[in-house]
């Protein structure tokens, strides 16, 4: 059985639609299927992350689990930043790229199972991460993505209190200085940085 963080979406039938999102007055329309994370709109964890992401101009910056593409695009169009965006998902990566030239947005797509594919560091990795691949992954990830910060660069990511969000936090403090920068509706939004 597939999941949206399969690599392989062919058991899953195709029925592509379009979503709407508008942020800080900009409306986007996103190609969608099945077989991807919230196909049907975009989802209120992402909204929040996107709500309360800081990153200066020109940044280079990673969306992990990119999807089809709304966190790295809203990103990059919001604050000019140097797109690298990466899925283990195919269908999804096929999305990001269609929906990264509709909207404009240059941007290197790699397949890759959470860092497994990524070289090189970035300014900032924003994430809504898959908390379904259970915490001894998603804890690995999270840790991973410290040796791919510059200096002075940060994660940001998303999570739900009823997924984890405060044990979560309280694991990340051990290798980051993790602070909760917003919350809304049960999600934190939280930015580490490099001790």
């Known amino acids: 059985m597939s999941h949206y963080y399969s690599e392989d979406q062919r058991d899953v039938k195709s029925r592509r639609h379009t ?6 007055d900009k409306t986007y329309r996103f190609i969608t299927d099945h077989g991807v994370f919230s196909k049907g709109h975009v989802d209120t964890a992402t909204a929040a992350l996107l709500d309360h992401v800081s990153i200066k101009e020109g940044s280079a910056v990673l969306d992990l ?40 947005v240059n941007a290197s797509i790699i397949k890759s199972d959470a860092f497994e594919a990524i ?49 979560t936090i309280a694991h990340l403090k051990t290798h980051y200085t993790a602070d909760v920068v917003a919350t809304h509706k049960g999600f934190r939004v939280i930015r580490c940085e490099s001790r």
């Not at 979503?19 to 800080?24: A, D, G, I």
């Not at 790295?72 to 096929?94: H, K, P, Q």
């Not at 560091?121 to 040796?147: C, H, Q």
């Open 119 to 167: 070289d090189g560091s970035f300014d900032a990795i924003v994430t809504n991460p898959p908390i379904r691949i259970g915490k001894p992954r998603l804890y690995g990830m999270l840790e991973t993505a410290k040796a791919h910060l510059k200096p002075g660069g940060a994660l940001w990511l998303v999570m739900h209190k009823k997924h984890g969000a405060l044990s």
């Open 65 to 104: 689990g990119c999807g089809y593409g709304v966190i790295g695009i809203v990103i990059a169009r919001a604050f000019g930043a140097s797109l690298t965006m990466s899925d283990v998902n195919e269908r999804a990566l096929d999305l990001a790229r269609e929906n990264a030239k509709t909207h404009g």
């Open 19 to 24: 979503v709407t999102y508008t942020h800080q």
